[in-house]
């Protein structure tokens, strides 16, 4: 059963915009923190953004603090991230992942226990 579909990514030049959206089955997305990680091509992966349950709470890598954008619509079941002022340093996979035990905001890889397929993000400089 697929839980999470993400969408969006792309190939753009520094300094771009891009918005990566994530749709959440139902059962997934209520009550569940929601976040996206990154894997860059020999790296690990690597925790970006993440917003609570209620939407009302987000964590950011520093890393990526003021150019990225996480939100959460409870109505489309959705979360999304804008991402502004990219820079090539961004380019990797990026993945939308749900942490169903955790109501408040978490940045460790091993809270998060559904994922999605991976979106290609390229930045070129």
């Known amino acids: 059963q697929v839980h999470l579909v993400e969408s969006g990514g792309g190939l753009v030049q520094a300094g771009a915009s891009l918005r990566l959206s994530c749709v959440v089955d139902?059962?997934?997305?209520?009550?569940?923190?929601l976040g996206w990680f990154r894997q860059a091509p020999g790296k690990e992966r690597e925790f970006v953004a993440g917003v609570n349950w209620s939407g009302g709470r987000t964590s950011y890598a520093d890393s990526v603090k003021g150019r990225f954008t996480i939100s959460r619509d409870n109505a489309q079941n959705a979360v999304y991230l804008q991402m502004d002022g990219l820079n090539p340093e961004d380019t990797a996979v990026y993945y939308c992942?749900?942490?169903?035990?955790?109501?408040?905001?978490?940045?460790?890889?091993?809270?998060?226990?559904?994922w999605g397929q991976g979106t290609q993000v390229t930045v070129s400089s």
């Open positions: 992942a749900a942490a169903t035990s955790d109501r408040d905001v978490v940045t460790t890889i091993h809270s998060y226990d559904l």
């Open positions: 139902v059962r997934t997305f209520v009550g569940s923190t």
